[in-house]
């Protein structure tokens, strides 16, 4: 059992996405409710895969691989996975993974091209922490949940848009392909609503458990690192969302383009902040 072989797996997982990507697409285009239930099933297939390459790679360097860059998206692409098929058991609704599955194979393709892909064997004093583990499982559970929603909220925008133009006119023919396809609005608001009412809560136990860490490892809660406080940025975006939502009554379009800015936030505290700024963080590019 080698870090290699769990390497190797991932990479054969990918390539099970992609049929599966392929599989939705077709059947999102086409309305083949059979194909999709075919795309489901390699999907999770793919995730076992995935799961053990995670599982073997973990057994042979002695911990979760949730340190580097490359280690860190083999996590997060595993994670949404894991929370899409959550919102597509709930919702019943394979018409998601036409667009979820394409855009984490996406991911996973990105992590097998990073230039450093990689597992580190060697841990930094500050992060030789038992903190480590719920504060960055915290963060790609956040991260996969604000992916979906971001899939949800571009769905939501399509079906609201040729809803709006059958309405204007009925005769027009163009509501009739997304709107044969894709959930009502009403269930795209819900679920968009859930699954950041989800992420925020991951969100918040990442920068607080992260603030608890900072206080042990460098000995103070905050320093305004930049990965800190981009991350107080998008909690702070999808606050807004949950807090218009629920107090003021936002519903649709403008909940629907803070769920989209929310995962532009987070992919520039995931991505972003790796790339382009120093500090504490910088680690993570492997």
């Not at 194979?105 to 580190?120: E, G, H, Q, V, Y």
């Not at 903190?131 to 929603?149: C, K, N, Q």
Request: hydrophobic share 55%.
């Amino acid at each position: 059992m080698t870090e290699q072989l769990g390497l190797s797996l991932f990479k054969y997982a990918f390539w099970i996405y992609l049929v599966s990507a392929a599989c939705y697409l077709v059947a999102l285009v086409g309305s083949q409710t059979r194909l999709a239930r075919v795309g489901r099933v390699l999907l999770v297939a793919g995730l076992a895969v995935h799961t053990a390459s995670i599982t073997i790679i973990a057994i042979v360097i002695g911990r979760l691989p949730l340190l580097n860059l490359y280690e860190y998206m083999l996590s997060f692409t595993w994670a949404a996975v894991v929370v899409y098929l959550a919102v597509e058991l709930f919702t019943r609704n394979s018409s998601l993974g036409g667009f979820s599955v394409p855009l984490i194979s996406a991911f996973a393709l990105f992590t097998m091209r990073l230039p450093n892909a990689k597992i580190d064997y060697s841990v930094m004093p500050a992060l030789q922490s038992a903190w480590r583990t719920p504060h960055i499982v915290s963060g790609i559970l956040a991260y996969g949940a604000s992916m979906v929603a971001f899939v949800l909220a571009v769905m939501y925008l399509l079906r609201e848009n040729a809803d709006r133009r059958a309405q204007a006119d009925p005769k027009s023919q163009s509501r009739s392909f997304w709107a044969s396809r894709l959930p009502v609005a009403k269930v795209l608001d819900r679920t968009i609503y859930r699954t950041v009412a989800f992420g925020f809560l991951m969100q918040t136990l990442l920068v607080v458990i992260g603030a608890v860490w900072a206080q042990i490892a460098w000995g103070r809660y905050w320093g305004w690192d930049p990965k800190e406080t981009w991350s107080l940025i998008t909690w702070l975006i999808y606050a807004t969302y949950l807090h218009t939502h629920t107090m003021m009554g936002w519903r649709g379009r403008r909940s629907a383009w803070l769920a989209i800015i929310g995962f532009g936030a987070t992919i520039f505290t995931f991505l972003g902040v790796t790339y382009f700024f120093h500090g504490l963080h910088s680690y993570a590019t492997g």
